[in-house]
């Protein structure tokens, strides 16, 4: 496809992606975001190898890495400290290539400058996507000949073309997210208790990253001073981490899952990233899968024209990003046990296991290459 029109629906990684990636295959792009600026308020982001060969298909993967190298997940602890999973560090990285951890709106601020400013239109409410091509929004009526729509897990792009589909399901946890300021750590780590556990990464300017998961109804909202007593003897460093951190550096949200989609594809459009398949966090591939997305749907269309173009990535997409939707679910849920005998149970067999046990759930996503 050397010509044509293509409206993205979300101005977020996996939208400019998309807007990177068809823009430099010729085609003029327009990228609809609701928010009035393009930018991200997330905190720290793990790229991992199949994410940083995605950006290497636009040709910003080098630039991420410069600026980000950064070690895959050492393993998983008990809050006690001991360990219940090692990972072989240097052996993932010969076998499966660099990692690299940023802040999300770095991240934004690299795609967004790789496209020209005039397609990027912030402040644009997107209410109707049509399959035809056709997007209603708060400043009228646009056409495309490809629609994409990128607008996360509460994709109106979604619901608009597929009306009848379940939607996204809460998964009975809730997320925090933060930036503390410099501090050694022991590289990236994961922590499980009961129903809760923490990780830390650190970033390549000193920052550490950290995540927080615990059993919450959806709604719950638990402030700094909570986490920090929740939390207060867990093993070091983790008290020492909330100990530092800002109340105004914490951000919360509710863990959604979306049930697996019969097609990412209907006429004119396609849906990707979390609009697609909206995924746990558990093994840190939401925003790489979403780039995944975004390069093989340029490169199908540009090569297969807009119908065939689709059908392929929806072939190609579609089983991979709905398995590992189910690997990350399985892979976080023995941290959010309750029950004291079973989690004692879990960590007694965890440090048991072979390595190769956990790697099978990580050769999958690692492996993949446009």
């Not at 199949?50 to 993967?61: E, M, P, T, V």
């Not at 990707?272 to 899968?289: R, V, Y």
């Not at 024209?305 to 990535?313: F, P, Q, S, T, W």
């Amino acid at each position: 496809m050397t010509r044509g029109k293509v409206i993205i629906v979300g101005g977020g990684i996996g939208g400019l992606a998309a807007a990177v990636a068809f823009h430099q295959r010729g085609l003029r792009v327009e990228v609809l975001e609701r928010a009035a600026e393009f930018t991200e308020v997330g905190a720290g982001l793990a790229i991992q190898p199949n994410g940083l060969r995605a950006l290497d298909a636009i040709g910003l993967g080098d630039r991420v890495r410069a600026g980000g190298p950064a070690e895959p997940l050492a393993g998983i602890r008990s809050r006690r400290g001991d360990w219940l999973v090692r990972n072989d560090v240097a052996d993932l990285k010969r076998r499966f290539g660099s990692w690299a951890t940023v802040h999300r709106a770095d991240l934004i601020d690299l795609l967004r400058a790789a496209v020209p400013p005039e397609v990027l239109r912030p402040g644009i409410d997107v209410r109707e996507v049509r399959p035809d091509g056709t997007v209603r929004h708060s400043g009228g009526t646009s056409t495309a000949d490809l629609v994409v729509g990128a607008d996360g897990v509460h994709s109106v792009t979604r619901r608009s073309v597929w009306p009848g589909l379940p939607g996204p399901r809460y998964v009975d946890y809730t997320t925090w997210r933060l930036i503390a300021p410099p501090r050694p750590v022991e590289g990236s780590v994961e922590t499980w208790g009961r129903g809760e556990r923490f990780g830390h990464v650190p970033m390549p300017d000193g920052r550490v990253y950290c995540y927080l998961m615990a059993n919450a109804p959806a709604g719950s909202r638990i402030g700094l001073d909570e986490l920090r007593e929740r939390f207060a003897r867990w093993h070091r460093p983790i008290p020492d981490l909330l100990g530092s951190a800002d109340q105004d550096a914490v951000l919360q949200h509710d863990t959604y899952e979306l049930p697996p989609l019969p097609a990412y594809v209907a006429g004119n459009v396609a849906v990707l990233g979390d609009a697609a398949h909206a995924m746990t966090p558990n093994l840190g591939q939401g925003a790489c899968q979403a780039l995944e997305d975004a390069v093989t749907l340029a490169q199908a269309v540009d090569t297969l024209g807009v119908r065939a173009g689709l059908a392929a990535y929806d072939r190609a997409r579609r089983p991979r990003t709905q398995e590992i939707v189910r690997r990350s679910r399985q892979a976080g849920a023995a941290a959010h046990w309750t029950s004291a005998p079973l989690t004692a149970l879990r960590d007694a067999v965890l440090p048991a296991l072979p390595r190769t046990f956990f790697e099978r759930s990580l050769t999958p996503a690692y492996t993949w290459t446009i």
